[in-house]
C-alpha cells in the first residue's frame, strides 16, 4: 500500500511543476507581448540587440521619439487609425524605457545619469504633446492625452527617483 501512495504522491508533485512550468512560461509570453505592444519588428530586434539596460533606454527613447512625429503628424491629419497605433508604440516605447531604468537599479548601478536622460525626454515630450493637445481636432485629443498621462506619470516618478537621490 506505502509504494502505491507514495508513487501518487510523486505523480501529483510532478504534475503541479509540470503546470507551474508550463504557467510561468505563459506569463513571460504574455508579459512579452504586452511589452512590445505597438512595436515594429525592427524596433524589437534592436531591443534585442541592446547589450544591457542603458542601451535599452536609449533605445526605447529613441522609438518614443519617433512615435511622437508620428502622433504629431498624423494627428494633424485627422488619421486617427494611423495616431491610435503611433500613440500606442509611444506608450510601449516609454513604459519600455522606465523598466530599463528599473533594471538598471536592479543591477545595483547608479542611477542618476539614466533617470537624467529619461527626465530630459519625457520633459520635451511632454510640451509637444500638451502643444498638439491645442492644435489637433477633438476627436483627437484622447488619444494625445492618454500617451501625456503615460508621459507625464514617467516624468513624475523619475523627478521622485531624483529627488532621493539628491537627498542621499
Given at each position: 500500500?506505502?509504494?502505491?501512495?507514495?508513487f501518487?504522491v510523486?505523480?501529483?508533485?510532478?504534475?503541479f511543476?509540470?503546470f507551474?512550468h508550463?504557467n510561468d512560461?505563459?506569463?513571460l509570453?504574455a508579459q512579452s507581448?504586452e511589452?512590445?505592444?505597438?512595436?515594429t519588428g525592427e524596433?524589437?530586434?534592436?531591443?534585442?540587440k541592446?547589450?544591457?539596460p542603458?542601451?535599452?533606454l536609449k533605445?526605447?527613447?529613441?522609438?518614443?521619439g519617433?512615435?511622437?512625429k508620428?502622433?504629431?503628424?498624423?494627428?494633424?491629419?485627422?488619421?486617427?487609425e494611423?495616431?491610435e497605433?503611433?500613440?500606442t508604440?509611444?506608450?510601449t516605447?516609454?513604459?519600455?524605457?522606465e523598466?530599463?531604468?528599473?533594471?538598471?537599479?536592479?543591477?545595483?548601478?547608479?542611477?542618476k545619469?539614466?533617470?537624467?536622460s529619461?527626465?530630459?525626454a519625457?520633459?520635451?515630450?511632454?510640451?509637444?504633446?500638451?502643444?498638439?493637445?491645442?492644435?489637433?481636432?477633438?476627436d483627437?485629443r484622447?488619444?494625445?492625452?492618454?500617451?501625456y498621462?503615460?508621459?507625464?506619470?514617467v516624468?513624475d516618478?523619475?523627478?521622485?527617483q531624483l529627488?532621493?537621490?539628491?537627498?542621499?
Amino acid at each position: 500500500m506505502r509504494p502505491v501512495f507514495f508513487f501518487e504522491v510523486i505523480l501529483i508533485l510532478a504534475g503541479f511543476l509540470v503546470f507551474h512550468h508550463w504557467n510561468d512560461n505563459a506569463q513571460l509570453l504574455a508579459q512579452s507581448s504586452e511589452a512590445s505592444e505597438g512595436l515594429t519588428g525592427e524596433e524589437k530586434e534592436a531591443l534585442q540587440k541592446a547589450k544591457d539596460p542603458e542601451e535599452q533606454l536609449k533605445v526605447y527613447l529613441e522609438i518614443a521619439g519617433e512615435r511622437l512625429k508620428a502622433i504629431l503628424s498624423l494627428s494633424r491629419k485627422g488619421d486617427a487609425e494611423g495616431t491610435e497605433k503611433a500613440v500606442t508604440g509611444y506608450r510601449t516605447a516609454v513604459s519600455g524605457a522606465e523598466d530599463s531604468v528599473a533594471k538598471v537599479q536592479a543591477a545595483g548601478k547608479n542611477t542618476k545619469k539614466a533617470l537624467m536622460s529619461l527626465l530630459k525626454a519625457t520633459k520635451k515630450f511632454n510640451f509637444s504633446l500638451l502643444q498638439a493637445l491645442e492644435k489637433v481636432p477633438e476627436d483627437m485629443r484622447q488619444q494625445i492625452q492618454s500617451a501625456y498621462e503615460v508621459s507625464l506619470r514617467v516624468q513624475d516618478s523619475v523627478s521622485i527617483q531624483l529627488e532621493k537621490i539628491e537627498k542621499k
